[in-house]
């Protein structure tokens, strides 16, 4: 009767929830973000790649594909602001609840991507398993999102800047040897930067400091790491040597993730 769909900006790799995949490309390849995606072949082939490189979000058929034939749907999509994830699934909303009147579709712009989107995910399940009606799930998850947030630490954003989605000054900051770029999923769903520090210790120590300035208090948190294991397994560290009971879950990053957030980027998703 309920179903989960969500991007895959998302990275969920959870049989509960369907993926709908956007696709990273060049003009001559193209990687769709699903369950036979190699993060290792995109990265060793973009990096030997000189041409122009981007990434599409799911078409709105892709969207109705995911819907089958539930009920009620809830939908998940990166951040409106930085993607026509969210337009496409409204626009599959529409098309659904007008073919099929007593279905129900709920859009949420989760003006975030990564980890943020699967505590959503995370949350819708617990609402039905407590047997919440669809409508009160739709209110409850909009309150939920008040409480959660997403910091990033990357350490380059040539894709990011190559593709519209941060300044070229903002890209020129991360080119300096050993700086991260920490910063936020602002409130309107863009990249908001906060601070460079150099070196990973430095940069655990203030995505962690950020973290609690913004509500932190040993809730769930959910670390995308672009291979990037180690960098996430000692920021978990980190995390749990003030909140030792918090619950932290890592998860490697999909094609698109990795795609923007490039070698070396965590994206940290957590409960204030
Ligand atoms: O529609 C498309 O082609 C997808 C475009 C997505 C562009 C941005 C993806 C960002 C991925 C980078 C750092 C965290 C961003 C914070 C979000 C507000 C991850």
């Not at 003009?27 to 082939?45: G, I, K, L, P, Q």
């Not at 709920?106 to 047997?131: P, R």
């Amino acid at each position: 009767m309920y179903k989960i769909v969500a991007d895959s900006s998302s990275n969920i790799k959870n049989s509960a929830v369907v993926s709908v995949p956007l696709t990273v490309g060049t003009d001559e390849r193209e990687f769709v973000d699903n369950d036979s995606f190699n993060v290792h072949e995109m990265v060793e082939y973009l990096s030997n790649y000189k041409g122009r490189s981007g990434s599409a979000c799911p078409a709105s058929e892709d969207w109705l594909s995911a819907f089958g034939d539930a009920q009620y749907v809830f939908c998940i999509a990166i951040t409106s602001n930085l993607s026509g994830s969210y337009n496409s699934a409204r626009i599959a909303k529409d098309e659904y609840e007008e073919t099929y009147p007593d279905r129900k579709v709920c859009v949420i712009d989760s003006l975030s991507t990564a980890g943020e989107m699967e505590l959503i995910a995370k949350k819708i399940q617990e609402l039905i398993d407590e047997g919440k009606d669809f409508d009160t799930i739709c209110a409850e998850i909009a309150e939920y999102q008040k409480k959660t947030h997403l910091l990033f630490c990357l350490k380059s954003l040539t894709n990011l800047a190559n593709n519209g989605r941060v300044s070229a000054a903002a890209a020129k900051i991360s080119s300096i040897l050993n700086l991260r770029i920490v910063g936020k999923a602002s409130d309107v769903g863009t990249l908001e930067m906060l601070s460079k520090p150099r070196g990973d210790k430095n940069a655990h120590i203030e995505i962690l400091s950020r973290m609690k300035e913004f509500g932190y208090n040993g809730g769930k948190v959910i670390i995308g790491h672009c291979l990037a294991l180690d960098a996430a397994k000692s920021l978990s560290e980190l995390i749990k040597s003030e909140f030792a009971n918090a619950k932290i879950k890592i998860n490697e990053c999909g094609a698109l993730c990795t795609f923007y957030a490039e070698n070396g980027g965590l994206l940290i998703g957590y409960e204030g």
